[in-house]
């Protein structure tokens, strides 16, 4: 008996669950909550899916972030961004991130592809029947009401508000459950500089920058090498002046770096000392140079100004808290969850393995543990993570941790286990990134690996009835050039 009628026949209600986002997070957590029968709604506050892979030439109107007032922007995304891994291991469990003919066919493609992927994903599995497009999200907050069929805090409810984009009239609803799956790359965490204020060249963050051709001639100054300040390096090499790149831990091999790059015109630092009214940058090695940009390429902060909790749930140095598994506040579970607060991730198949779990914990089907025993948990976590030396920010950082955490939820869910190769891919993978930093996107000696993901994915495309060049009897590999 589906859900819809067991609740029925006790004389229940099924549960209103509003979902925050129609990215790549939300659209997950839709299916998942559907397929489940719950009676779903997703709130997405542009005009198209997508989240983050939607791509707007449109910056914020303070380039650096931290002007309250300024004319907010919510994509990150710039124009040439192509994936940091690859489109096999990148996709659902359960729908192949497949190359099709006329698209961008590339292993590691940009993120037009992507948004596609995404798209298609939704219509596959109808998922726009529950999207209402251009509604922002004001306010989240917890209401005591009525009994929840489902949940342990049975007279919990939220109070939901929300504007079409654009209007001034605000409206009310009451859902039984909240997912939030809206992301983390649209607040900048912005440093200090000492002299950034009498500095007179351009000051800005990566939230703002869209293309290279600005930068033309330039002498560029990028805090961070991290995703985005090592890709949007190597975008710049190729007009700038000069490219400095400062990070507070560099390889011992990596510090000295000078004139590196295609062009010779890449230097690497630790972190800048002083920014001077002459338009000079200082570096904490003593060098020095005169500059006309300084990009920041910190990360972005979690913020979710538009919840409520009453103090249950913080958000305090880059740590989001309690939470356990990364999912549930404790105090208020399962009525509150998030799907996509880990970094450091296999994004696509983590959101889908998190969204599965709150489904099946919502219609009873799995049992979150008590409140006190959650809480234990999440303490031992974080005392562990200090002991292992891990500042507060990186609470959410996962790595190869990803694998276990996904395993260990479907697990939970009675699922079948990732497959091994997604585990494999990404470690050669990682290692491609050290071994060839400039072009690992194009160059690759995983050949054996990817015939694997190859047939695995060729068979699931099948039995799914999806179409992509596999279906021209085209190898799936044969797009890629490999190192042999």
Same mark, same amino acid.
């Given at each position: 008996?589906?859900?819809?009628? *067991? !609740?029925?026949?006790?004389?229940?209600?099924?549960?209103?669950? $509003?979902?925050?986002?129609?990215?790549?997070?939300? $659209?997950?957590?839709?299916?998942?909550?559907?397929?489940?029968?719950?009676?779903?709604?997703?709130?997405?506050?542009?005009?198209?899916?997508?989240?983050?892979?939607?791509?707007?030439?449109?910056?914020?109107?303070?380039?650096?972030?931290?002007?309250?007032?300024?004319?907010?922007?919510?994509?990150?995304?710039?124009?040439?961004?192509?994936? =940091?891994?690859?489109?096999?291991?990148?996709?659902?469990?359960?729908?192949?991130?497949?190359?099709?003919?006329?698209?961008?066919?590339?292993?590691?493609?940009?993120?037009?592809?992507?948004?596609?992927?995404?798209?298609?994903?939704?219509?596959?599995?109808?998922?726009?029947?529950?999207?209402?497009?251009?509604?922002?999200?004001?306010?989240?907050? /917890?209401?005591?009401?009525?009994?929840?069929?489902?949940?342990?805090?049975?007279? $919990?409810?939220?109070?939901?508000?929300?504007? +079409? /984009?654009?209007?001034? *009239?605000?409206?009310?609803?009451?859902?039984?459950?909240?997912?939030?799956?809206?992301?983390?790359?649209? *607040?900048?965490?912005?440093?200090?500089?000492?002299?950034?204020?009498?500095?007179?060249?351009?000051?800005? #963050?990566?939230?703002?920058?869209?293309?290279?051709?600005?930068?033309?001639?330039?002498?560029?100054?990028?805090?961070?090498?991290?995703?985005?300040?090592?890709?949007?390096?190597?975008?710049?090499?190729?007009?700038?002046?000069?490219?400095?790149?400062? !990070?507070?831990?560099?390889?011992?091999?990596?510090?000295?770096?000078?004139?590196?790059?295609?062009?010779?015109?890449?230097?690497? #630092?630790?972190?800048?000392?002083?920014?001077?009214?002459?338009?000079?940058?200082?570096?904490?090695?003593?060098?020095?140079?005169?500059?006309?940009?300084?990009? *920041?390429?910190?990360?972005?902060?979690?913020?979710?100004?538009?919840?409520?909790?009453?103090?249950?749930?913080?958000?305090?140095?880059?740590?989001?808290?309690?939470?356990?598994?990364?999912?549930?506040?404790?105090?208020?579970?399962?009525?509150?969850?998030?799907?996509?607060?880990?970094?450091?991730?296999?994004?696509?198949?983590?959101?889908? !393995?998190?969204?599965?779990?709150?489904? +099946?914990?919502?219609?009873?089907?799995?049992?979150?543990?008590?409140?006190?025993?959650?809480?234990?948990?999440?303490?031992?976590?974080? &005392?562990?993570?200090? !002991?292992?030396?891990?500042?507060?920010?990186?609470? &959410?950082?996962?790595?190869?941790?990803?694998?276990?955490?996904?395993?260990?939820?479907?697990?939970?869910?009675?699922?079948?286990?990732? =497959?091994?190769?997604?585990?494999?891919?990404?470690?050669?993978?990682?290692?491609? +990134?050290?071994?060839?930093?400039?072009?690992?996107?194009?160059?690759?000696?995983?050949?054996?690996?990817?015939?694997?993901?190859?047939?695995?994915?060729?068979?699931?495309s099948e039995n799914l009835g999806i179409e992509g060049t596999q279906g021209s009897g085209?190898?799936?590999?044969?797009?890629f050039s490999c190192i042999v």
């Open positions: 008996m589906a859900p819809q009628a *067991q !609740a029925a026949a006790a004389g229940n209600s099924v549960p209103k669950v $509003l979902v925050i986002g129609a990215g790549a997070a939300g $659209l997950v957590a839709a299916l998942e909550l559907s397929r489940e029968g719950l009676d779903v709604t997703v709130y997405e506050q542009t005009e198209e899916v997508g989240g983050l892979w939607v791509y707007t030439p449109e910056t914020e109107s303070e380039p650096l972030g931290v002007d309250p007032q300024r004319r907010h922007v919510h994509s990150s995304m710039y124009r040439d961004l192509r994936t =940091n891994l690859p489109r096999e291991i990148m996709g659902y469990l359960d729908f192949p991130f497949l190359p099709k003919r006329g698209r961008d066919e590339r292993r590691y493609p940009g993120c037009e592809e992507v948004k596609l992927y995404l798209k298609d994903f939704a219509e596959h599995y109808n998922l726009m029947r529950f999207i209402e497009f251009g509604v922002k999200v004001h306010y989240v907050g /917890v209401k005591r009401g009525e009994a929840n069929a489902y949940s342990e805090n049975r007279d $919990l409810k939220w109070i939901v508000r929300t504007s +079409k /984009v654009g209007a001034n *009239q605000v409206g009310e609803e009451i859902f039984d459950t909240v997912v939030i799956c809206i992301g983390h790359f649209f *607040q900048p965490r912005v440093i200090s500089i000492p002299g950034a204020e009498r500095w007179p060249g351009l000051h800005m #963050h990566s939230h703002n920058y869209r293309i290279p051709e600005p930068f033309q001639d330039k002498v560029v100054v990028i805090i961070g090498n991290s995703k985005s300040g090592g890709d949007i390096s190597k975008e710049l090499i190729h007009v700038a002046k000069e490219v400095h790149i400062c !990070a507070r831990n560099w390889p011992a091999d990596n510090l000295s770096v000078s004139e590196a790059g295609p062009r010779k015109n890449t230097w690497h #630092h630790p972190l800048v000392e002083l920014a001077c009214e002459d338009g000079t940058v200082k570096f904490q090695d003593g060098k020095s140079t005169k500059a006309d940009v300084i990009m *920041q390429c910190t990360g972005y902060l979690y913020d979710f100004q538009f919840l409520d909790t009453q103090g249950l749930i913080s958000v305090e140095d880059g740590r989001v808290a309690p939470l356990y598994k990364h999912v549930f506040v404790p105090a208020l579970a399962p009525s509150l969850s998030f799907v996509g607060l880990p970094s450091k991730i296999l994004p696509f198949p983590l959101f889908q !393995a998190q969204a599965k779990w709150i489904a +099946k914990v919502l219609t009873g089907k799995v049992k979150l543990p008590s409140q006190s025993a959650m809480m234990a948990d999440v303490e031992k976590y974080y &005392l562990d993570l200090e !002991a292992k030396g891990v500042p507060r920010h990186e609470t &959410l950082g996962l790595e190869l941790e990803t694998f276990e955490y996904v395993n260990w939820m479907l697990h939970e869910c009675g699922e079948r286990q990732m =497959n091994s190769w997604r585990r494999d891919i990404f470690l050669t993978t990682t290692l491609s +990134k050290l071994a060839y930093p400039f072009d690992y996107r194009e160059v690759w000696d995983d050949q054996e690996l990817l015939d694997i993901a190859n047939a695995s994915l060729l068979e699931l085209m190898s799936y590999a044969n797009h």
